[in-house]
């Protein structure tokens, strides 16, 4: 069973940055796609970001593109996601997830294709 954990989050000021991490146990990490998604009050978790096996390929949703990075620490079962220049819209708690079916060579952003999740740590950015 793959346990995630994520840490980093806080509360900031808009245009500070931030890095959440998500560290995994349980598993084969290096074979996950690992992705970020987040949910503000009131509305549906959406997906954030994603990276691959290796970290080859990466994809964004376009409200974060540019701010944000994903990368990934396979040696330390860790995902980050770097946070720049934040908006009081990026608010919300952040859910790492692990996609344990997706191919080595893609990546996927529906919330379905997702079998694991983490608790979720929250990011709240002031104006």
């Known amino acids: 069973q793959v346990q995630l954990v994520e840490s980093g989050g806080g509360l900031v000021q808009a245009g500070d940055s931030l890095r959440l991490s998500c560290a995994a146990s349980?598993?084969?990490?290096?074979?996950?796609?690992m992705g970020w998604f987040r949910q503000a009050p009131g509305k549906e978790r959406e997906f954030v970001a994603v990276?691959?096996?290796?970290?080859?390929?990466?994809y964004y949703a376009d409200s974060v593109k540019g701010r944000f990075t994903i990368a990934r620490e396979n040696a330390k079962n860790t995902v980050y996601l770097q946070m720049k220049s934040l908006k009081p819209e990026d608010t919300a708690v952040y859910y790492c997830a692990a996609d344990s079916t997706v191919s080595k060579w893609t990546v996927r952003n529906a919330i379905r294709d997702y079998d694991y999740w983490g608790q979720g740590t929250q990011v709240t950015v002031s104006s």
């Open positions: 349980g598993g084969t990490f290096s074979r996950y796609g």
């Open positions: 990276i691959s096996w290796t970290g080859a390929i990466t």
